[in-house]
């Protein structure tokens, strides 16, 4: 994991607004929400006993990183995105495999 990742990470555990270089950490209190940006664009919301991800309209290896990085810090073992023949898939914890989808939201 990459040190911006795990910078990311640490402001959605600490419930802080954070932000580096592309990527951006808003913490909503009066929802007890993270919502985290790339460039921009929502690629999550991360709630106390949920998650939702996004593609932020770029299905970039960069996108996949932050998201596989948020998933493997606040999701289920086991959970990830990948590529294939220039497809995203999502990896559930129980091991089987989805198409992705951009709102994909994980319990």
Not at 27 to 47: F, P
Not at 81 to 101: A, E, I, L, T
Request: charged share 20%; with cysteine.
């Amino acid at each position: 994991m990459r040190k911006i990742e795990r910078q990311m990470n640490s402001a959605i555990t600490n419930r802080q607004d954070w932000s580096l270089d592309n990527t951006r950490v808003e913490y909503e209190q009066g929802n007890c929400i993270s919502k985290v940006y790339l460039h921009g664009n929502k690629i999550a919301e991360i709630g106390d006993t949920w998650m939702r991800i996004f593609d932020g309209g770029w299905q970039s290896n960069t996108t996949k990183s932050r998201l596989n990085a948020l998933l493997s810090a606040h999701g289920l073992g086991g959970e990830g995105v990948f590529q294939k023949n220039y497809n995203w898939f999502f990896s559930m914890s129980n091991g089987s495999v989805v198409p992705f989808f951009s709102g994909m939201r994980l319990n």
